[in-house]
């Protein structure tokens, strides 16, 4: 079983601190919404931002869709081989289930993440939520999942191939991997600190959909899931 | 050199048959557009495209701006060593510089894609466009192209791992690849017609991003550029 965490991830409504300011105040209105409810956009509150801590690291809630959207729908997911969590830069963790079909359209999936933020859950009034949300840190998280050996990926890791480093997951019984799910900046030291080793795959900061793509995929390569799934033998020797 | 070119793509601006449906008309009025200067999307359009031939692979912009998303920024494309097309539904080729910082943000996508409909190119006034479309058809594109090998991804293809099938590429000078940028349904006779092999890789229709992320990730591994990338020996026998 493979465990993708995006970590410290970019997604939150809005903040006390910016919620009269003018541009969020314009566009709450515009989209019928509370201030606080709305989620927080850099593509919208790029002002507003400007003097909120760690700026830089918040307000890109499409770093989650995009990155959500490279997990679910592979083969791993369908297997039920992927468990998917969501932490955020503000302390939550969003639970989401492998199955669910999030929206393709952006302006839904941050309707259905505002959605969330509200009710804890969505659907709300289901006793099995697609998705959920709770307050709790990375480290509440890590002892609840307590996975055998978990990768973070950041630049300041030790240089390896991807090859190299998911091949020390494949024969756990639970591996887990953490991706930041921010734009720009490292880790927090306390999120570095849960992680058995922290690797890094290219000389250049990739996107975290890419990460994201590639070690699922690297993942199913390694334990051969595309030649069981496919119902062939392997054809290449990859000892 | 890897030719990227995402086929029969569900991208283009609403056709004259349902300019006048009242459910465009309200959503290009909303966007202070005319109906059709406005990017189908099946998100708001759905009704109006009911009757639309071929509705089923239409108005999904989001799955040319997710593989986009999936192919730009990529070691591979980084490198210069990514080529990157979309042909799309209406018949049209566009052309995307490898290093285009494409936008993040949909809303801001979709403005780019109606600004190329109406200019031809991106920015309107540039001599050396980051993105330009032309009226082409896709043997055109790949008279253009001429690549020594073309792969083209679909469920209707010879079951074969990925591996396999990117590993007749990796010696040409320029190989390309075909991933349908639609959402159902199958490519054309026309399009299947223009590729050497059609290859299947899972059992099941993965989205367009997955299969383009997947095809770069595994060029990328099998001319060893994350080792060349990070300087290190390659660990493990690919042979």
Known sequence: LLVLILAESALETVPKEIATHPAVKKHARRRGKKPLQIILDRSYHHRAMLNLPDSEKRGRPDIVHFSLLSALGTPLAKEKLLEIYVHTIAGYVIYVNPEVRLPRNYL???????????????????????IRAEKKTLKELMDEINPEYTLIFTREGKIQSLENAISKLTDKTKAAVIVGGFPHGNFSEETLKLADEAVCIDPETLEAWTVTARIIYEYERLIWLPERRLKIGGLNDRS
């Open 108 to 130: 839904r999936f941050i309707g259905l993440m505002e959605q969330l933020f509200i009710h804890g859950k969505v659907p709300p009034e289901s006793p099995n939520p697609l």
